[in-house]
């Protein structure tokens, strides 16, 4: 029991990234606009995270450098898609790769170095006795910061979206842009600090990543995650809290290879380290067996341009 409570405390540990990453690109689907770009932001975001706590030792202004550096990206991706119409698809490609080499330039010299020990989840006795407690201890208490914030901001987001004026216009973006537009709203401006905002939370993924996570920096640290937070959007049907409950699954999946290894299970560590991937593809490919199903809460105009006339 105590091993299976604490196995699902790292997996949600494993799945925060994700959540974050995985809001930040739902408020984007849900203004109309497709970022691919998610994987080169928060590629740029870990190596400015980790840049800023080797420099200054505060994980706070790490994360804040990994938030400034996704939004910077979002906001040159805005820049074309949005001011430019160009192609949003070809745009975030063209991010994501630009975002692989920027990294692996800017981060080679701390490639190999290490941080030290993330922030303690909770300090004193208060803390201890909290973290100790049964299934909710491990579960909550014992968790960093950073997996309270993933859990607020799913609330905020769902708020936000649902219970707000200004959800509804940007849920009315995302429908018929130009209904909006004829309402008044500006659709362009809207869109694009919805984008900048996406890549902040894209940004603070990255930098969670290279900061709490794992506290070390080498090439091509972020693995995919930025793909699979992006089909955690369609996993999710556009909703806060299964995105929040997939991050984790996936979060489980990706933890599940070294738990089988050091289980000694006579299985290649390639095959292994390909479990979240395939496991991404399955559940794709499992939903799409029902269109009517995504197509319930999937945005009318996800990924069309808008020309205001």
Request: proline share 5%.
């Amino acid at each position: 029991m105590n091993e299976t409570v604490l196995l699902l405390a790292a997996a949600i540990a494993s799945g925060t990234p994700l959540v974050l990453a995985g809001l930040g690109l739902l408020i984007n689907e849900k203004a109309g606009v497709v970022n691919l770009g998610a994987e080169g932001m928060m590629l740029i975001a870990a190596v400015a995270g980790f840049a800023t706590a080797f420099g200054t030792g505060s994980e706070v202004l790490a994360l804040g450098a990994g938030a400034l550096a996704g939004a910077t990206a979002a906001a040159v991706f805005g820049l074309l898609v949005i001011g430019l119409n160009a192609n949003q698809y070809a745009a975030g490609l063209a991010l994501s790769l630009f975002g692989g080499g920027f990294s692996a330039f800017v981060g080679i010299g701390y490639v190999g170095r290490k941080l030290g020990d993330p922030v303690a989840p909770l300090a004193g006795s208060i803390g201890h006795w909290l973290a100790e407690l049964p299934l909710i201890g491990p579960l909550l208490f014992g968790q960093h910061p950073i997996v309270w914030l993933s859990l607020a901001l799913t609330v905020a987001v769902a708020w936000l979206l649902y219970r707000t004026r200004a959800g509804l216009v940007l849920r009315a973006i995302g429908e018929s842009p130009e209904s909006a537009h004829a309402l008044g709203y500006p659709v362009r401006l809207i869109r694009f600090a919805a984008v900048v905002t996406g890549g902040a939370l894209c940004g603070v993924a990255g930098a969670c990543l290279s900061v709490v996570y794992a506290p070390m920096w080498v090439e091509g640290l972020v693995a995919g995650r930025g793909w699979i937070a992006l089909a955690l959007t369609t996993f999710a049907t556009w909703r806060p809290g299964r995105v929040l409950l997939g991050a984790w699954l996936f979060g489980g999946v990706t933890l599940l290879q070294f738990h089988l290894q050091a289980q000694g299970v006579a299985i290649a560590s390639q095959l292994l380290a390909m479990l979240p991937y395939v496991a991404t593809i399955v559940v794709l490919a499992l939903i799409s067996r029902n269109p009517a199903w995504i197509r319930a809460n999937m945005p009318a105009s996800l990924g069309r341009p808008f020309h205001a006339d």
